[in-house]
């Protein structure tokens, strides 16, 4: 295995979030991990239904192959002082909703230097637990770098934290969390981004559909299983009109502090 340069800030990450998952006792169960390149650069395309999930990816990648994942996330958790100063140490990369070329091109030379990269294609957590509408960018990164993608569904994640729903402390104790990487996806330069997506989007969903049918804990009834599986989360409509209502509503608490000053 390549000898890798040593990264203190990132080694403390990876060895505070196992001691946390340690700690709730996670059932950790992953397939498909030897899809995961030993060496060379790939986007690792993530389903979203919680808001752990790049830890919980991170946790079964460096169990598999000791490799660090770099990951795109917003300006805003970059603006915080301590955290952006951890996400910047461990060579994550800000994405400015306004101005995305910057990151853009941040994510394409890191997939050249050889990095994996991690990206949400969903752009947003699924409060459905379905996988939604994906946009573009995993294939075009793709495309670009010469590196393929690799889709990597999860599933139990969103079990410890996710949104719209609060989660007790105790519910965390013990929850399986099943893993799948799925068959790398190479990408030419003149495809189709919306045709790669939208196999990309058919995959992950074909990827979280075996997890569920072979999850260790019935669903019936639960806030966590799909609506169409028998729980009681969210049909992708409604939460679509959520996620609709609630974006309406920042809008306004905006315009009323723009108004204010």
Do not use: C
Not at 245 to 252: K, V
């Amino acid at each position: 295995m390549t000898r890798r340069p040593s990264e203190p800030i990132y080694s403390t990450a990876i060895v505070a979030g196992r001691a946390l998952f340690g700690f709730w006792g996670l059932r950790r169960r992953t397939t498909g991990a030897e899809h995961l390149p030993a060496t060379g650069g790939a986007v690792l395309a993530m389903t979203h239904f919680g808001y752990f999930e790049f830890a919980l990816v991170e946790w079964a990648t460096w169990l598999a192959n000791r490799r660090r994942i770099r990951f795109m996330a917003k300006q805003g958790a970059f603006d915080k002082p301590i955290v952006g100063a951890l996400l910047r140490g461990m060579k994550h990369i800000a994405v400015d909703m306004k101005a995305g070329t910057a990151a853009y091109s941040k994510a394409v030379a890191a997939l050249r230097d050889g990095e994996l990269l991690g990206v949400f294609p969903e752009a947003g957590v699924s409060a459905s637990f379905t996988v939604r509408e994906l946009k573009t960018g995993a294939a075009r990164l793709a495309a670009e770098a010469g590196v393929p993608i690799i889709p990597v569904a999860v599933w139990g994640g969103h079990r410890l934290m996710t949104k719209g729903h609060k989660v007790g402390f105790f519910e965390r104790f013990g929850v399986p969390v099943s893993f799948a990487f799925g068959d790398p996806i190479t990408v030419s330069a003149d495809e189709d981004p919306h045709s790669v997506t939208e196999r990309l989007r058919a995959t992950l969903q074909r990827m979280v559909d075996r997890l569920q049918a072979e999850y260790p804990v019935d669903g019936a009834g639960k806030w966590w299983q799909p609506r169409a599986l028998g729980g009681s989360a969210p049909t992708p409509e409604e939460a679509a009109a959520a996620d609709t209502a609630r974006e309406a509503a920042r809008e306004a608490a905006r315009a009323a502090r723009v108004q204010k000053h």
